[in-house]
């Protein structure tokens, strides 16, 4: 009975209207002119594609499940991630060179995890010598797709983790490293390793992680995965795919009634694994569009790969342009999975500690503002009417006439 309430329950997300306001009162879809009108956790957006020609204030943020339904195996949760999370709009080139490649987010790393995502996927490479996160054109970085050093990111991951001593975050490596003992160089130069979780104790044959209090209690709080198979016997770093199933990226990945499994990973619903990784985004970034993938065609989607995946939750949710959506986009969608996964409720604030499954809390009317869970937003997206470019030098587009896509995106 559980399974089918659980995948008819994802089909919608909550909406809801309210009064024009303004000095940090507005709430959830209240009418806004600018982020300062809006309360904590909000900030002042529209999404036109959505058939929204006003902005108003929308989510920002998402609630730690773990912060309200406690102590449970780290896989049991749902966690929200971004893809290409370095793949920021307006990141200054480090190279002196005009930077020619897609992007995917909007605010910054540490911004990122303020908000609450708590997984970056990360694309590495050597270039210059060093470890960067890049784009790839061809399958190398050039000066024209690259970001900046790896190591920049890494520390603002430190800074995160320092600063909260019960968070876990994970970093998915797409890696074209090849110097020996690269990634190990890097991430105990960006101070890291006193947070590694090791690879000896990660579960495998889809058995249970630790708890999320046991992980912090032994300071376990960084898991680390890489998509090259000799570096987990080389430098101890988990080959992502011993550990964890994946559906495919891109725009397979976004067509409603489907969810197939990534060609590196074993079947969703072959229990290999204790990790499902879903993807949603498609391969091209756009941002408006965004607003209305989060809104309208996401929450679909985890119901159909929920199916596939022989009912079993994402445990990560990865997503372009996070923050984009007509209200509350990826963070309801994470709230719906955890809350019927945790609790049997709509959504996770509506958990009660000890309550049996399915006892919820009476619902917060739709309008009001969540209570933020880990900081406050901090960043300088402001989304509105006038927004409409993908972000990419018209050069690229005529790049992409002549070239297969399969190159700077994914």
């Known amino acids: 009975m559980l399974p089918l309430i659980l995948y008819v329950l994802l089909l919608s997300v909550s909406g809801g209207g309210a009064a024009s306001c303004s000095s940090h009162a507005c709430q959830l879809l209240d009418p806004c002119a600018s982020s300062d009108d809006c309360s904590p956790g909000l900030y002042c957006g529209v999404c036109p594609t959505d058939g929204h020609s006003q902005p108003s204030c ?103 983790l320092s600063e909260n001593p019960s968070e876990i975050v994970t970093i998915i490596i797409e890696d074209y490293v090849h110097a020996p003992k690269g990634l190990t160089k890097l991430f105990t130069n960006a101070g890291l390793l006193k947070y590694w979780y090791p690879v000896s104790e990660m579960p495998t044959n889809g058995k249970d992680w630790p708890s999320v209090t046991d992980m912090a209690a032994k300071n376990h709080r960084l898991l680390v995965f890489t998509s090259m198979a000799s570096k987990e016997a080389d430098e101890g770093i988990a080959y992502q795919w011993r550990y964890m199933v994946e559906n495919e990226p891109g725009d397979p990945g976004v067509v409603p009634g489907s969810c197939s499994n990534r060609k590196e990973s074993q079947p ?33 989607l985890v119901g159909d790969c929920y199916k596939a995946a022989g009912n079993l939750m994402p445990n990560f949710l990865a997503v372009n342009f996070y923050m984009r959506s007509d209200g509350g986009g990826v963070f309801d969608v994470q709230d719906k999975i955890n809350g019927l996964a945790l609790c049997g409720c709509n959504t996770i604030t509506a958990c009660q500690p000890g309550a049996p499954m399915g006892v919820c809390k009476k619902p917060e009317p739709s309008n009001q503002t969540p209570a933020v869970i880990g900081g406050s937003y901090s960043g300088y997206v402001q989304l509105s009417g006038s927004i409409s470019q993908i972000h990419f030098p018209n050069q690229l587009v ?13």
């Not at 303020?114 to 470890?131: A, H, K, P, S």
């Not at 005529?398 to 994914?410: C, D, E, R, T």
């Open 268 to 300: 969703l619903n072959s229990r290999y694994a204790s990790l499902f990784l879903q993807n949603f985004f498609p391969t091209i970034p756009v941002q408006n569009e965004a607003c209305k993938e989060h809104s309208v065609g996401l929450a679909e």
């Open 398 to 410: 005529k790049m992409l006439h002549s070239l297969p896509i399969l190159v700077l995106l994914l």
């Open 58 to 160: 929308t989510r920002a943020q998402a609630y730690n499940p773990s912060s309200i339904v406690k102590g449970l195996p780290f896989n049991r949760y749902t966690w929200l991630v971004t893809h290409n999370s370095f793949s920021i709009v307006n990141e200054p080139s480090y190279t002196g060179v005009q930077r020619v490649t897609f992007y995917n987010q909007e605010d910054s790393v540490t911004n990122q995890l303020r908000n609450g995502v708590r997984g970056l996927m990360l694309d590495m490479y050597d270039f210059e010598d060093d470890i960067w996160l890049c784009h790839s054109f061809q399958g190398q970085c050039y000066n024209f797709t690259a970001f900046e050093p790896a190591i920049n990111t890494l520390k603002e991951v430190e800074a995160f």
